[in-house]
C-alpha cells in the first residue's frame, strides 16, 4: 500500500546536537512537507518541496535544514541552532489532499 | 487576527447527540476546504472536502459559507469513536495551506 513513512518515532536530543528525521513516501507525489506542531496550535510550515532538488522556506524554517535528493526522500534536519525543538514533526505529501506520515515526537533532554 | 480560527474546545457530549463546529477564515481568495481528523498523538486524516453546495458522508455534513467565510462540520448520532480533534484546513491559492489549531470532541457513553 501507499503512504508516507517517517522515523523515528520517539527521538531525543541532547542540547547542542543536531538529528536527522526521515520521511520516505511512495505514492509518487511530487510535493512534500514538513510542519511542527505544539500543543494548542495548528500545524506550522517548517520547509516545503514541490520537485526534487528544489526546497523552500515556510513560516519557521529557522533552525531547520533539508535535502530532496529523491523524489521519495524529504529528510529534516533539527540543528542546534533551534533553540526549541521539542515537538511534534509531521511529514506530508500532497495529491488530491495531504497524506500524513504517522510522525516523530522529539524530545530534547 | 489569525488566518484560520476554530473553537478549541473541548465539546462534551453524550452519544447520539448531535454537534456542530466551525470554522472562520479571513483570506477570501481561498479556494479549497477540508475536515481533518486528528486522533490523540497521531497524524491528521483526511475526513472530508467541503464544497460549496455541502456535502454529506454518512453521519457528517460539511458546509461552506463563502458570504461569511466560514465552513462547518456537522455530526449525528455521535459514537464514542467520535472522539477526536477536528481540524479545519483552508488553501488559499497555489501552496499555501493554513490548519486550524482544531477543536476537540469528547463523546461519552
Known amino acids: 500500500d501507499g503512504g508516507i513513512t517517517q522515523s523515528p518515532k520517539y527521538l531525543f536530543r541532547k542540547e547542542g546536537q543536531n538529528v536527522t528525521l526521515s520521511c520516505e513516501q511512495n505514492l509518487n507525489h511530487d510535493a512534500m512537507y514538513w510542519y511542527r506542531q505544539d500543543p494548542g496550535q495548528g500545524l506550522r510550515l517548517i520547509y516545503y518541496?514541490?520537485?526534487?532538488?528544489?526546497?523552500q522556506k515556510g513560516d519557521i524554517a529557522e533552525g531547520y535544514s533539508v535535502s530532496r535528493e529523491k523524489k521519495e526522500s524529504f529528510p529534516l534536519t533539527v540543528t542546534s541552532a533551534q533553540k526549541n525543538p521539542t515537538a511534534f514533526y509531521l511529514c506530508?505529501?500532497?495529491?488530491?489532499?495531504?497524506?500524513f506520515g504517522s510522525g516523530t515526537r522529539l524530545t530534547v533532554v | 487576527r489569525k488566518e484560520v480560527e476554530q473553537d478549541p474546545g473541548p465539546f462534551n457530549v453524550p452519544e447520539g447527540a448531535t454537534v456542530a463546529f466551525n470554522c472562520t477564515y479571513s483570506n477570501s481568495a481561498s479556494q479549497s476546504f477540508f475536515w481533518y481528523r486528528q486522533d490523540c498523538r497521531k497524524e491528521p486524516k483526511l475526513l472530508m472536502s467541503?464544497?460549496?453546495s455541502g456535502n454529506e458522508d454518512g453521519r457528517f455534513t460539511a458546509q461552506l459559507n463563502r458570504a461569511s467565510q466560514y465552513i462547518s462540520l456537522l455530526i449525528r448520532d455521535s459514537k464514542l469513536s467520535d472522539s477526536a480533534t477536528y481540524l479545519c484546513v483552508v488553501i488559499a491559492g497555489g501552496f499555501k495551506t493554513i490548519f486550524g489549531a482544531g477543536t476537540r470532541l469528547f463523546v461519552k457513553a
Open positions: 467541503v464544497y460549496s
Open positions: 506530508a505529501s500532497k495529491g488530491n489532499g495531504y497524506t
Open positions: 518541496s514541490q520537485i526534487v532538488n528544489d526546497f
